[in-house]
């Protein structure tokens, strides 16, 4: 069984910063994807960042243009976990994010896993 478990969410001034956990139990990929999906109040789920890999090793990073330069995505093997680091943060980036994993090293809105979602509020 694989879960995905989210935490970091919470409230933060605008230009703070503030840093997303997803943490994998179960069996792991040698090769997959991870990565956030947001969906704020009236608005479709929007892809966020996403970071894939293969046999460990980290080959591909991609970001949404909404916060490219702002978030980074990275991967700790040893704890299965991946993390989002989100700087300079504007009252726009304000929705609940949600945790995805995908074995194919692929996400989209249909993969297979996902976190709970936790809440970030950016105050202007």
């Known amino acids: 069984q694989v879960q995905l478990v989210e935490s970091g969410g919470g409230l933060v001034q605008a230009g703070g910063s503030l840093r997303l956990s997803c943490a994998v139990s179960?069996?792991?990929?040698?090769?997959?994807?991870m990565g956030w999906f947001r969906q704020a109040p009236g608005k479709e789920r929007e892809f966020v960042a996403t970071i894939s890999w293969n046999n460990g090793n980290t080959y591909y990073t991609n970001y949404a243009n909404s916060v490219k330069g702002r978030f980074t995505i990275s991967r700790d093997n040893a704890k299965n976990t991946v993390y989002l680091q989100m700087n300079n943060l504007k009252p726009e980036d304000t929705a609940v994010y949600y945790c995805a994993a995908d074995p194919s090293g692929v996400l989209t809105t249909t993969s297979d896993y996902w976190g709970q979602g936790t809440q970030v509020t950016v105050s202007s």
């Open positions: 179960g069996r792991t990929f040698s090769k997959g994807a």
